[in-house]
């Protein structure tokens, strides 16, 4: 591919989209970059500041991405072939199959589903399936998948992973709903409140942690509980920080039956099942929030070079030069970055990959956070009294600085992250040491 001769604002597009060499794409890659900003700009990009500030994406719109089979692209690579052939879901757009998509093509329809700037509007439409359906196709059983995979594949029901609880949130040995056996061993009732869930006000049903067993992560399991037209379940939708769209919600159960063919896997397995699902979950929020970035370092230079004081364009200081130097440098690294650990999961078997990257995955999310709080704050700043106002020339930005926080939290808070990351880089490397000396003697 060749250098573009397009006048591109700097930094608003990742490097590869300008034409400029790269060792990942394909033209399998490229066909498919194309065919989602048609798709996604004209059903989602164009209208999605206008629906955060009506806070509500209209219902339509998940109907038209399903349609498109623009839902599927949400789950990990690779995707579940045989159930995707079987819906007749085995094209997606600009003629991929199924089975040719990777991690990259992930990376792709996650930047372009960001492009927007906005956090809310896209996760209202992916968030159910992305995190809500893989611990169905990966652990539950064959009739488990039968009975609710093509209702959730195709768009028909919604879905939404429902862990956090209002007093255990990254802690997740902590969570308290438990989920009894009746007496006659045909019916789980589930007791207990989840709160800070995703799409959780529209789902069909909750992929939804539940205690099982005695304490710590030993007595977790993961339970499939259906929401909709269920008197023993009271769904509130909360209004918090930034995301507005989203749909986050409080779940409540008040003795909620659910039959024990709802169980996803085995009993005691769900913190395994949860970590696992995790590592989606989080690369997902890295790529989408480090287009974000690029959209706040993008737009405020933009910004920059047609606002004018003091007699000159505000891009003729230094000083707000260097102020874009410094965060245009860390959007193009973190890009880079997840650029990176997608290709690697090309090339990786998953229990590879789960190992080897996962605290690296980890550590990306939580830098990830901390470039988008850089870059929505020195874009805020640049547009000065425009970025503080929810409407006219700053009225992005301003929301966009609002997202931060959900960026850093959501999918496991920061700290923990950073902590999490070392912990499993330490104990890969503990582990490759002992195994070195075993193999010497």
């Known amino acids: 591919m060749s250098v573009t001769s397009a006048a591109v604002i700097p930094f608003s597009e990742p490097p590869y989209l300008n034409g400029l060499p790269s060792p990942y794409y394909t033209p399998s890659h490229h066909r498919w970059q194309k065919a989602c900003r048609a798709f996604i700009s004209e059903n989602l990009t164009a209208n999605a500041l206008e629906w955060e500030r009506e806070e509500l994406v209209p219902p339509d719109i998940f109907s038209k991405f399903a349609a498109a089979n623009f839902l599927l692209p949400n789950l990990p690579a690779p995707l579940p072939i045989e159930w995707a052939k079987k819906l007749g879901l085995d094209t997606l757009a600009g003629g991929l199959k199924v089975e040719e998509f990777d991690y990259l093509h992930f990376l792709i329809y996650i930047d372009e589903m960001s492009r927007n700037g906005l956090s809310g509007p896209g996760a209202s439409l992916t968030t159910g399936i992305a995190f809500g359906v893989p611990p169905i196709l990966k652990f539950g059983s064959r009739r488990l998948q039968e009975r609710f995979i093509p209702d959730l594949l195709t768009g028909r029901a919604r879905s939404c992973i429902a862990i956090t609880e209002p007093g255990a949130g990254s802690d997740v040995a902590g969570i308290e709903t438990t989920a009894v056996k009746s007496a006659d061993g045909k019916e789980y009732i589930v007791n207990g409140s989840k709160k800070w869930i995703t799409n959780g006000i529209w789902a069909d049903y909750a992929t939804t942690a539940v205690r099982t067993g005695g304490p710590g992560p030993a007595g977790l399991s993961l339970l499939l509980v259906p929401l909709k ?10 209004t ?10 409080y779940i409540e159960f008040d003795d909620t039956h659910v039959p024990v063919e709802n169980l996803i896997g085995v009993e005691g397995m769900g913190m395994r099942y949860i970590m696992t699902n995790f590592n989606h979950e989080r690369l997902t929020i890295a790529i989408g929030v480090t287009r974000q970035a690029r959209v706040a370092v993008s737009s405020a230079l933009e910004y920059v070079l047609k606002r004018e004081a003091f007699g000159k364009a505000l891009i003729e200081q230094p000083v707000v030069r260097h102020r874009l130097a410094k965060v245009g440098a860390m959007v193009e690294s973190m890009w880079a970055w997840v650029e990176q650990i997608a ?9 590879d990959a789960d190992r080897e990257l996962g605290g690296l995955t980890a550590l990306a999310k939580a830098t990830a956070g901390r470039v988008l709080d850089e870059s929505a704050r020195c874009a805020v700043l640049l547009f000065g009294g425009n970025g503080l106002t929810r409407s006219g020339q700053g009225e992005l930005i301003e929301r966009m600085y609002r997202d931060v926080p959900g960026a850093r939290i959501p999918g496991g808070s920061e700290d923990v992250m950073y902590d999490l990351a070392i912990r499993e880089l330490v104990k890969n490397y503990r582990k490759k040491v002992r195994e070195m000396k075993t193999s010497k003697l």
């Open 240 to 249: 918090v920080m930034g995301l507005a769209t989203s749909g986050t919600t």
């Open 229 to 238: 037209n269920n008197p023993s379940v009271t769904l509130r939708k909360l």
């Open 343 to 351: 290709y690697q999961m090309t090339q990786m078997k998953k229990e």
